[in-house]
């Protein structure tokens, strides 16, 4: 009996699958936020809309979106005010219920508040930044502080992002500066990504991967035209923002833009709260973790202080001992996303991190 007809192997099959989701109108550029009433006929999401902006972001931006759609949609505004940040969700997820979909015109905080409470109450959600800090302004991501600092959160992108460049351009340059860290950061979240794969077989996507990437490449390439108030550098950090989401999107995790430096930021984040911003504390991470993975942490260091981020902690008003006791947290964060940060840093090591950095 030859021994294929011993059919004691079922034929495998194959059973990869995948599930992405992504924005699906994105529309940057100038005074695009006129675009809104079409973008949100196009989307048909229903006939009232809930309109979540911030103290001061409400007067950039909030009432004029309130105005544009009022003609054809029941409007309400929620202003994010207050320090209690997870009763102001839980208020503005009541409201959600209330209405057909969502749109958070604002900064980072505005936009997570918006993102968390139209994912809970299961409608969809626009986004309109009015300032490139962070990447969550087209991911899927949502940060919430915690008592034990902040909480990364996946919830759903946003179907439609209407990034205007003429607002973005006048929100103050550090938040910019900071966006523009957080993206440039990504070189070293992928080393990250590839070191957890060739030592623990994470999974790795290498079209996340190379997205990610490439976005932090094409910052450093322009970094010189990142000046404060150009709508130019708007558009390039904003094109970069959308594309760093992409990437986590088609991950499937922040894997692709968060890595040893992020941990870095959150463990900064509980130990001195309130103190820098977040892009700003990732690119700080990334000089070091660069410097540890054996890259051109000078070049990174260089890039950011060409845009004006800063790149020692004093810059953002943390003392070095502070820095190094994050250095040391970061690995208690998250502890099953291993970093660089991971392999036997020491007390003695990350001093001569800090110092580093203030080197000329
Ligand atoms: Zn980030």
Not at 5 to 29: A, C, E, H, Y
Not at 42 to 48: E, H, I, R, V
Not at 76 to 96: Q, W
Not at 167 to 195: F, Q
Request: glycine fraction near 8%; hydrophobic fraction near 40%.
């Amino acid at each position: 009996m030859s021994a294929d007809r011993i059919n004691l192997l079922r034929t495998k099959v194959f059973d990869k699958s995948k599930w992405m989701q992504l924005p699906r109108d994105v529309v940057i550029g100038h005074g695009v936020i006129e675009q809104l009433p079409a973008i949100c006929e196009d989307l048909d999401l229903g006939d009232s809309v809930l309109i979540i902006s911030g103290d001061q972001t409400k007067d950039v931006a909030g009432k004029r979106v309130e105005a544009l759609l009022s003609g054809s949609y029941d409007t309400t505004i929620f202003t994010t005010s207050g320090t209690d940040y997870l009763d102001t969700i839980k208020k503005a997820e009541a409201a959600s219920a209330e209405v057909g979909f969502v749109i958070g015109v604002g900064g980072g905080r505005v936009i997570d508040t918006a993102k968390i409470a139209s994912y809970n109450t299961d409608r969809h959600f626009i986004s309109v930044p009015t300032a490139a800090s962070h990447d969550g302004i087209a991911s899927s991501r949502a940060s919430v502080p915690t008592a034990d600092g902040n909480v990364s959160l996946s919830a759903e992108p946003p179907i439609a992002v209407v990034a205007d460049t003429e607002i973005i351009a006048s929100a103050p340059h550090r938040l910019l500066a900071s966006g523009c860290a957080d993206i440039m950061a990504n070189c070293t979240a992928v080393l990250d990504w590839e070191l957890a794969h060739r030592l623990r077989g994470e999974q790795l996507s290498e079209y996340a991967l190379t997205l990610s990437r490439m976005t932090a490449e094409i910052l450093f390439k322009n970094a010189d035209l990142i000046k404060p108030h150009s709508e130019e550098s708007a558009w390039i950090v904003t094109k970069a923002l959308v594309s760093s989401g992409v990437a986590m999107s088609i991950a499937g995790s922040s894997r692709p833009g968060s890595g040893g430096e992020h941990k870095f930021s959150h463990a900064l984040d509980k130990l001195a709260p309130g103190k820098g911003l977040h892009g700003e504390k990732c690119g700080i991470g990334a000089i070091i973790t660069m410097y540890l993975h054996g890259g051109d942490w000078e070049g990174i260091r260089d890039s950011l202080r060409k845009i004006g981020a800063p790149t020692t902690p004093a810059e953002i008003g943390i003392d070095d001992e502070t820095a190094v006791e994050a250095l040391l947290a970061a690995r208690t964060i998250r502890p099953e996303r291993f970093t660089i940060l991971d392999m036997g840093l020491t007390q003695e090591s990350a001093r001569e991190l800090v110092k580093m950095l203030y080197r000329e």
